[in-house]
């Protein structure tokens, strides 16, 4: 019976050590995304061009780290707002530290099958997205200006054309 007993202990921590990031660690992660000023729109797509979070500044969502066995993740950070510039930020993953765990603690299980196919190898590059949107002066869209003829500069005089 005591043979037994330390045998299933053995097994229960060989189990618990065997996927490190994936138990210790985990597979999906906060980011949160301030502006200043407040009230950005925040667009977040993934690797394929999915839209995965919709909002406004300040936001914290939870993004995902894994795209697949063995594939991490990436994700733009698209911020707009009326009267600003345009900010795309990319977000990166990187190899979660957990991950090594797997080969300190002989966690084969974790190192090959578990922690790839959960994603939990991975992790966001950032927590937090800080910007600053600077107010613009000039826009690429074309507006209407009605102007006063004798207020026109003589070089711009010449490509007048009379509409009658």
Not at 60 to 72: C, I, P, V
Request: glycine share 8%; hydrophobic share 40%.
């Amino acid at each position: 019976m005591k043979f037994l007993s330390k045998t299933l202990s053995v097994i229960v921590i060989i189990t618990i050590l065997s996927s490190c990031a994936s138990i210790v660690s985990k597979s999906s992660w906060p980011l949160t995304v301030n502006t200043n000023p407040n009230g950005a729109k925040v667009e977040i797509t993934d690797k394929k061009g999915v839209v995965v979070y919709n909002g406004n500044t300040p936001a914290t969502m939870s993004l995902k780290s894994g795209a697949g066995f063995f594939a991490k993740q990436s994700y733009k950070v698209k911020l707009t707002m009326d009267g600003y510039g345009e900010k795309i930020i990319p977000v990166e993953c990187k190899l979660n530290g957990w991950y090594i765990g797997n080969i300190v603690f002989g966690g084969l299980i974790g190192l090959l099958i578990v922690d790839p196919a959960t994603g939990a190898m991975y992790k966001l590059d950032r927590e937090v997205i800080n910007e600053t949107f600077t107010k613009t002066t000039s826009s690429n869209e074309p507006s209407l200006r009605i102007m006063n003829i004798n207020d026109l500069p003589e070089s711009m005089k010449t490509h007048l054309v009379c509409i009658k």
